[in-house]
């Protein structure tokens, strides 16, 4: 069974910038599209973005795209999210999630392994 952690949450000020990871172990991680996902308080969970198992395939969701950059180091067995210039509409708990395949979707239903979240919060 896949476990993944994320961490590097935390409170910041709108205009900051956060860098999440995410650790996957109990497999490795090359083979698997990945993707990030929030979840705001009181609303539903929405894909921020997702990453084929190569890196050359990535997408966003409009309202995070050209702020937020998702990358991946195989070898370590890592995934990350960049995010530069946050808003105060960013503040969510953020999941990591791993595809059993490798083809990247934007759906969570389509995704098998999931971390337990890290929270992020920006303040004005």
């Known amino acids: 069974q896949v476990q993944l952690v994320e961490s590097g949450g935390g409170l910041v000020q709108a205009g900051a910038s956060l860098r999440l990871s995410c650790e996957a172990s109990?497999?490795?991680?090359?083979?698997?599209?990945m993707g990030w996902f929030r979840q705001a308080p009181g609303k539903e969970r929405e894909f921020v973005a997702t990453?084929?198992?190569?890196?050359?395939?990535?997408n966003y969701a409009d309202s995070v795209q050209g702020r937020f950059t998702i990358s991946r180091d195989n070898a370590k067995n890592f995934m990350y999210l960049q995010m530069n210039s946050l808003k105060l509409e960013d503040t969510a708990r953020y999941y990591c999630?791993?595809?059993?395949?490798?083809?990247?979707?934007?759906?969570?239903?389509?995704?098998?392994?999931w971390g337990r979240g890290t929270q992020v919060t920006v303040s004005s």
């Open positions: 999630a791993m595809r059993g395949g490798d083809s990247p979707y934007t759906e969570g239903s389509r995704y098998n392994y």
């Open positions: 109990r497999r490795t991680i090359g083979n698997y599209a």
């Open positions: 990453i084929s198992p190569t890196s050359t395939y990535r």
